[in-house]
């Protein structure tokens, strides 16, 4: 029951494509701040849930417990989710100032490294939706 | 008199299940806004990303917990 209402949610998902870009929009630009949203909306919803069910998923999930303390260290910028999100967010800014192929290999760098911490929280968020 | 005593126990369950469900239902939701973006941020919707951001880091479950 609770499997079938997780994929009543997603169905909107899987029925949305992406959507065609204006003219002038930059392809790149427009993926970047798709995926900082995106990371960090799914990190956000990860860290929520296993907040709720903390001490089940320690017990029975410390993987997940581990991980999402890994999101919330205390960086400069802020929890290292969230600095991570702001990181991309300053390449992409730099790019969009100064669109050189030395930007755009370090926007291409940095979009490919949170778009691996978002795939690594959309396993442990499936797992910690278990509890 | 049994099902009256198991009551509250259901409650907690179904807020439980409930809660999760209306993270979930939140998440998809702003995940397909993300993927309706067909061009690049204005200022003002730069601006609100920036103050999203920081607001979050000041909620309760992006704490790190002491232990």
Same mark, same amino acid.
């Given at each position: 029951?609770?499997?079938?209402?997780?994929?009543?949610?997603?169905?909107?998902?899987?029925?949305?494509?992406?959507?065609? *870009?204006?003219?002038?929009?930059?392809?790149?630009?427009?993926?970047?701040?798709?995926?900082?949203?995106?990371?960090?909306?799914?990190?956000? &919803?990860?860290?929520?849930?296993?907040?709720?069910?903390?001490?089940?998923?320690?017990?029975?999930?410390?993987?997940?417990?581990?991980?999402?303390? /890994?999101?919330?260290? +205390?960086? +400069?910028?802020?929890?290292?989710?969230?600095?991570?999100?702001?990181?991309?967010?300053?390449?992409?800014?730099?790019?969009?100032?100064?669109?050189?192929?030395?930007?755009?290999?370090?926007?291409?760098?940095? *979009?490919?490294?949170?778009?691996?911490?978002?795939?690594?929280?959309?396993?442990?968020?499936?797992?910690?939706?278990?509890? | 008199?049994?099902?009256?005593?198991?009551?509250?126990?259901?409650?907690?369950?179904?807020?439980?299940?409930?809660?999760?469900?209306?993270? *979930?239902?939140?998440?998809?939701?702003?995940?397909?806004?993300?993927?309706?973006?067909?061009?690049? /941020?204005? +200022?003002?919707?730069?601006?609100?990303?920036?103050?999203?951001?920081?607001? &979050?880091? *000041?909620?309760?479950? /992006?704490?790190?917990?002491?232990?």
């Amino acid at each position: 029951m609770k499997h079938f209402a997780i994929l009543i949610l997603l169905l909107p998902l899987i029925f949305t494509g992406c959507a065609g *870009l204006k003219p002038g929009a930059d392809p790149i630009i427009v993926r970047a701040q798709q995926t900082e949203r995106a990371a960090f909306e799914t990190f956000d &919803a990860f860290l929520r849930i296993e907040h709720k069910n903390a001490a089940r998923i320690r017990t029975a999930a410390p993987e997940v417990s581990k991980f999402a303390e /890994w999101l919330r260290e +205390p960086l +400069p910028d802020g929890p290292r989710g969230i600095a991570l999100v702001k990181s991309l967010g300053n390449v992409r800014r730099a790019y969009a100032n100064a669109k050189t192929p030395d930007n755009r290999a370090k926007l291409a760098s940095a *979009l490919d490294a949170l778009s691996a911490a978002l795939a690594e929280t959309q396993k442990h968020l499936t797992a910690a939706k278990a509890f | 008199m049994m099902i009256l005593a198991s009551l509250p126990t259901f409650l907690n369950i179904a807020k439980e299940v409930f809660g999760v469900g209306a993270d *979930l239902y939140r998440y998809v939701t702003r995940l397909r806004e993300v993927a309706r973006q067909d061009a690049e /941020w204005t +200022p003002a919707q730069e601006a609100e990303f920036d103050r999203v951001l920081n607001d &979050a880091g *000041l909620q309760e479950h /992006w704490k790190a917990h002491k232990d």
